[in-house]
């Protein structure tokens, strides 16, 4: 009887596991149209945050998507104020080249110096911790610009920036019997990308290191 229960268990908690792991594919390919800086793109990332959202069961998880689709949202009314302020500068441009091409030739260096845009991604959608703490992960960041910066990051994640560019990554034992998560932003002139941290709950499995 015993070993019929640990089995039952033991199906059950596969079938869970597979489940969840549907929802960070959902969650994943979200963050992949995110990091895509166009209006269409995040939308995209909205859909797919929405169907994750849907599909988690934790809490924490609902709440993160939930942040994921108003960023989603802030960037595209910043891609639309964008757009809106380039048409501006370059009719100004076409009335600046009639006038003065001496002018004219120093200003559009500059102009294209400031509207290269920022190439910022990571190797990574989620990076999941187990329980006991004091373990590394690491993950690259691709960008064009050397000046990114993490501007956000959980109380309970520590980081170092290595040579390579690399964001090593350390989480502190998870005390509480929920599982919890959270959102590292990266930031580069005004460009932003994110990825997702998840640490496994304190419990019995986790203790004895399955």
Do not use: H
Request: aromatic share 8%.
């Amino acid at each position: 009887m015993k070993y019929v229960f640990l089995v039952v268990l033991g199906i059950a908690l596969n079938v869970k596991i597979l489940a969840q792991s549907s929802c960070d594919n959902l969650y994943a390919k979200a963050v992949q149209y995110q990091q895509t800086m166009t209006v269409a793109s995040q939308n995209q990332a909205i859909t797919y945050f929405q169907k994750a959202r849907a599909c988690y069961d934790s809490d924490a998880k609902k709440k993160l998507c939930a942040s994921q689709i108003a960023t989603c949202k802030n960037t595209i009314a910043l891609i639309k104020k964008n757009t809106q302020g380039k048409g501006i500068v370059s009719g100004k441009k076409k009335s600046e080249e009639t006038k003065d091409s001496t002018n004219n030739a120093s200003k559009q260096e500059k102009i294209k110096d400031e509207i290269v845009p920022v190439e910022l991604a990571v190797s990574e959608s989620i990076i999941k911790f187990k329980a006991k703490g004091g373990e590394f992960k690491k993950i690259k960041v691709t960008c064009n610009y050397d000046d990114w910066k993490v501007t956000e990051y959980p109380e309970w994640i520590t980081y170092s920036i290595s040579k390579e560019n690399e964001i090593v990554l350390e989480a502190s034992k998870n005390p509480l019997k929920e599982e919890r998560s959270g959102m590292i932003k990266i930031e580069c002139r005004g460009t932003t990308t994110t990825f997702a941290v998840l640490q496994q709950k304190k419990g019995l499995l986790n203790n004895i290191g399955l």
